[in-house]
């Protein structure tokens, strides 16, 4: 296929690490091999899921689905946490943005964020429109402190350099909480990239990743 042939290319420039557990490393990827302690705070009756043949390679990718009921209690926000493998030192390991591939499962539009937490405070990245329905779309979110929008924190960098929390949400407005909406969505493919890769998967939007390293299950 002629995808195919564009992630041949694209693999020489982009960097995979191997297994990993605990502090975050520069060449992360995450596949959905395990849910990796992905959660969504309180007890919700409908937690994340990992869903079996539905990642955009298809048969044999799993993907991990968010869902939220839209009420004021637990799983009424749409977002998705992560406090263990994807916490530790982000500027130290040189890690300048978050690649995922997203898709919406939902009839409303959605505005996706990343979200980070640490000695510095809550900060945000800018939103990513992704359409109701849509197709599996590829994301890039710039974490760099230049490019984070603060929820409340002080100082970016501060938490970069140590980070306790990080999210995947949909919020129109600036806030690492995710909106009380009635949806879903789908995530899958999440990598901690370096600067020289961000050009290459702007360039490689919609496209696949061809060799991935997971993470080992649970």
Same mark, same amino acid.
């Given at each position: 296929?002629?995808?195919?042939?564009?992630?041949?290319?694209?693999?020489?420039?982009?960097?995979?690490?191997?297994?990993?557990?605990?502090?975050?490393?520069?060449?992360?990827?995450?596949?959905?091999?395990?849910?990796?302690?992905?959660?969504?705070?309180?007890?919700?009756?409908?937690?994340?899921?990992?869903?079996?043949?539905?990642?955009? !390679?298809?048969?044999?990718?799993? +993907?991990?689905?968010?869902? @939220?009921? &839209? $009420?004021?209690? =637990? %799983?009424?926000? *749409?977002?998705?946490?992560?406090?263990?493998?994807?916490?530790?030192?982000?500027?130290?390991?040189?890690?300048?943005?978050?690649?995922?591939?997203?898709?919406?499962?939902?009839?409303?539009?959605?505005?996706?964020?990343?979200?980070?937490?640490?000695?510095?405070?809550?900060?945000?990245?800018?939103?990513?429109?992704?359409?109701?329905?849509?197709?599996?779309?590829? !994301?890039?979110?710039?974490?760099? +402190?230049?490019?984070?929008? @603060?929820? &409340? $924190?002080?100082? =970016? %960098?501060?938490? *970069?350099?140590?980070?306790?929390?990080?999210?995947?949400?949909?919020?129109?407005?600036?806030?690492?909480?995710?909106?009380?909406?009635?949806?879903?969505?789908?995530?899958?493919?999440?990598?901690?990239?370096?600067?020289?890769?961000?050009?290459?998967?702007?360039?490689?939007?919609?496209?696949?990743?061809?060799?991935?390293?997971?993470?080992?299950?649970?």
């Amino acid at each position: 296929m002629a995808w195919c042939a564009c992630l041949k290319s694209a693999a020489v420039i982009l960097l995979c690490s191997a297994t990993v557990r605990g502090a975050v490393t520069l060449g992360q990827i995450e596949t959905f091999s395990g849910t990796h302690d992905w959660n969504s705070g309180l007890p919700n009756p409908n937690p994340p899921a990992l869903l079996a043949d539905s990642g955009p !390679l298809g048969t044999g990718d799993t +993907a991990l689905r968010v869902t @939220s009921n &839209g $009420g004021s209690g =637990a %799983g009424g926000r *749409l977002l998705v946490i992560n406090e263990s493998a994807w916490t530790g030192d982000y500027t130290g390991e040189g890690i300048v943005a978050l690649a995922m591939h997203v898709r919406n499962g939902g009839t409303t539009p959605l505005s996706m964020r990343v979200a980070l937490n640490g000695p510095g405070g809550w900060f945000v990245t800018a939103a990513s429109p992704v359409a109701a329905f849509s197709g599996w779309n590829q !994301l890039v979110f710039p974490i760099g +402190a230049p490019s984070l929008v @603060s929820s &409340g $924190g002080t100082d =970016a %960098g501060l938490t *970069l350099s140590g980070v306790t929390e990080i999210r995947i949400l949909h919020n129109a407005t600036v806030n690492h909480r995710g909106a009380q909406l009635s949806s879903s969505f789908q995530v899958d493919n999440i990598q901690a990239i370096p600067e020289a890769s961000v050009p290459a998967w702007i360039a490689l939007a919609g496209g696949f990743l061809l060799r991935r390293h997971r993470l080992q299950p649970n």
